[in-house]
């Protein structure tokens, strides 16, 4: 079965630090996302990406966030100067598009646990 | 604001019992609603799609209520391996979704 997958799985930076998380959505899915997870906390919606370019992002993605698409495959999460703050476990998450993205099923990677010191 | 809200849990449960999880939500124009379960530090697995009154899959029934603005889910004849996190999930008119905080769940022998 089809999956999405994250890279890498756990990640150490030092505060101040940029950090590129990566993911691999499923081959034919049209529609990406970011979610982040502080621990013990909801998961919470930080951007959405169709046809190249952003489509939502909440209040959370600010200036230090960007996402990329870089080639056909590889889609991107950069945090430019990390804080404490930014340690979270980070999921990316992607739909086929089929009937719309409020009703496709969204399916979720590993994530990527970001832990900085 | 828009906000999806859970019971608190958790709910502690023996093995083979009946379990129900609530999840109200706020944005009258919310389009469709899904229940995630989710393990301890692993990612959100899709439990059940709740696109109209409600929905059925072997023990679990998941039940929309757009009048009251509530959801809900039943899990019938619990199993050791159904301990987890329930999360509610809404999506809006603008498809930003949002997450519940989730319910836990622990069925012990």
């Known amino acids: 079965e089809p999956e999405v997958t994250q890279t890498p799985s756990h990640q150490v930076t030092q505060m101040g630090q940029e950090v590129i998380l990566r993911c691999v959505p499923i081959?034919?899915?049209?529609?990406f996302y970011w979610y982040r997870q502080i621990l013990g906390q909801k998961v919470e919606f930080l951007v959405s990406?169709?046809?190249?370019?952003?489509?939502?992002k909440s209040e959370i993605f600010d200036d230090q966030f960007s996402v990329e698409r870089p080639d056909g495959s590889n889609f991107t999460l950069k945090i430019r100067s990390t804080k404490l703050e930014d340690s979270a476990m980070y999921f990316c998450?992607?739909?086929?598009?089929?009937?719309?993205?409020?009703?496709?099923?969204?399916?979720f990677g590993p994530g990527t646990r970001l832990t900085v010191l | 604001r828009k906000e999806v809200e859970q019971d608190p849990g958790p709910f502690n449960v023996p093995e083979g019992a009946t379990v129900a999880f609530n999840c109200t939500y706020s944005?009258?124009?919310?389009?469709?609603f899904f229940w995630y379960r989710q393990d301890c530090r692993k990612e959100p697995k899709l439990l059940m799609s709740?696109?109209?009154s409600g929905n059925e899959d072997g023990r679990f029934t998941a039940q929309l209520n757009r009048a009251s603005q509530y959801i809900s889910l039943l899990i019938r004849d619990s199993k050791l391996s159904d301990s987890a996190t329930y999360l509610c999930?809404?999506?809006?008119?603008?498809?930003?979704?949002?997450f519940g905080r989730g319910t836990s769940l622990i069925v012990h022998p």
């Open positions: 998450a992607s739909i086929a598009m089929l009937a719309g993205p409020s009703t496709d099923t969204q399916y």
């Open positions: 081959s034919n899915h049209l529609y």
């Open positions: 990406f169709y046809n190249n370019e952003i489509s939502e």
């Open positions: 944005n009258s124009a919310s389009q469709s």
């Open positions: 709740v696109y109209s």
């Open positions: 999930v809404v999506n809006g008119g603008s498809y930003i979704p949002t």
